[in-house]
Nanobody, 122 residues
């Protein structure tokens, strides 16, 4: 079991910046990747950015060049630096952890935080 707690959301103006933080606890040794998803009103949840244990990253096209994901394994934290924010970035942002287990068979589970609201508006 992994518990995730997000923080850092809030109201920012277009063009502004925000840094989201997520603290992981529980069976953190089994985490194989961490990332950020977002869900705007009336829309499906979608990937923003993720980073695997080996350091490889994956970004949504809308995030490339503006957002940066980073992990601090010593503190069991993952961050999302969001720059040049646009109104369409408004969404509830969820921290995600992928857990990979080797027994009884190799399998993966996903865990989610409760979300933090990011609102980009004048």
């Amino acid at each position: 079991q992994v518990q995730l707690v997000e923080s850092g959301g809030g109201l920012v103006q277009p063009g502004g910046s925000l840094r989201l933080s997520c603290a992981a606890s529980g069976s953190i040794s089994d985490i194989s990747a961490m990332g950020w998803y977002r869900q705007a009103p009336g829309k499906q949840r979608e990937l923003v950015a993720s980073e695997r244990n080996g350091g490889s990253t994956n970004y949504a096209d809308s995030a490339k060049g503006r957002f940066t994901i980073s992990r601090d394994n010593a503190k069991n934290m993952v961050y999302l630096q969001k720059n040049s924010l646009k109104p369409e970035d408004t969404a509830v942002h969820y921290c995600n952890a992928e857990v990979t287990k080797a027994t009884p068979i190799i399998h993966r589970l996903l865990y989610w935080g409760e979300g933090t609201q990011v609102t980009v508006s004048s």
